[in-house]
């Protein structure tokens, strides 16, 4: 069955230091793949999504993501995070070619960010 | 765009009494997808309707659960004989129909989530 996986699922890092959030997927055919932001007390917002073409991309708030297909993985990153990052962040896959149209979730990664 | 629209934002209902939740999508989306988060997870799938009719069912989504979305608008969820173990958040999701250039299967598209209502079962 299809999966994802993050591996991360607590992370505290001080404002200015550089964040990777890891993103395993299980499935082997052609994906689509996304990453959400929750922020406290809101709800799921899109940060960046990988469609095809340029594997590296770029999304709101200075945060891009890599797709590398070799090692199914869509890894977060950002280069210097700030105290507003602190949320939970989400990677999310949907199937290209399976027929089905639902979005696969990761369990999540809290982040905090120390002022 | 006004945004997915979820009702109630909160309830708290009793062991076995019904509940029903109510997604209204984005308007023009004809997809729309329900999940349900719990503390410490990633929203997990439960269904999704393309237009009225519904597709897939998830496993999790056991008989005392059933949703509709009856015009291909609005759509509602309803738990019944509710048990402890049903406490989550319930989200409701939409997506925009395809266009011309997208993948084969269709999925290719953001979907856009509400703020979700959170049930407790006492």
């Known amino acids: 069955a299809q999966s994802v996986s993050q591996h991360n699922h607590h992370v505290i890092l001080s404002e200015a230091a550089s964040l990777e959030l890891g993103c395993n997927y299980s499935?082997?055919?052609?994906?689509?793949l996304f990453w959400y932001v929750q922020y406290p007390g809101q709800h799921l917002q899109l940060l960046l999504k990988y469609f095809s073409g340029d594997p590296l991309v770029k999304g709101i708030k200075g945060f891009e993501a890599e797709f590398i297909k070799s090692k199914f993985s869509f890894n977060l990153r950002k280069p210097s995070v700030q105290w507003s990052d602190t949320a939970e962040y989400f990677c999310a896959v949907n199937e290209e070619t399976s027929g089905t149209y639902k979005y696969i979730f990761g369990t999540g990664t809290r982040l905090k960010v120390l002022a | 765009d006004t945004g997915v629209s979820q009702d109630p934002r909160h309830k708290i209902t009793k062991r076995g009494q019904n509940v029903t939740f109510r997604c209204d999508p984005i308007?023009?989306?004809?997809?729309l997808y329900w999940y349900r988060q719990t503390l410490g997870q990633g929203p997990e799938f439960l269904t999704y309707?393309?237009?009225?009719?519904?597709?897939?069912k998830s496993r999790l989504l056991s008989d005392r659960f059933s949703a509709e979305r009856p015009k291909g608008s609005f759509s509602t969820l309803e738990i019944q004989r509710t048990e402890q173990g049903d406490s989550a958040m319930y989200l409701c999701?939409?997506?925009?129909?395809?266009?011309?250039?997208?993948?084969?299967?269709?999925?290719?598209?953001?979907?856009?989530f509400g703020e979700g209502s959170w049930l407790t079962v006492v």
């Open positions: 999701a939409s997506t925009r129909p395809l266009t011309l250039g997208q993948g084969l299967g269709g999925s290719g598209n953001t979907i856009y």
């Open positions: 308007s023009e989306h004809n997809r």
């Open positions: 309707f393309q237009n009225e009719a519904q597709l897939e």
């Open positions: 499935y082997g055919g052609t994906v689509n």
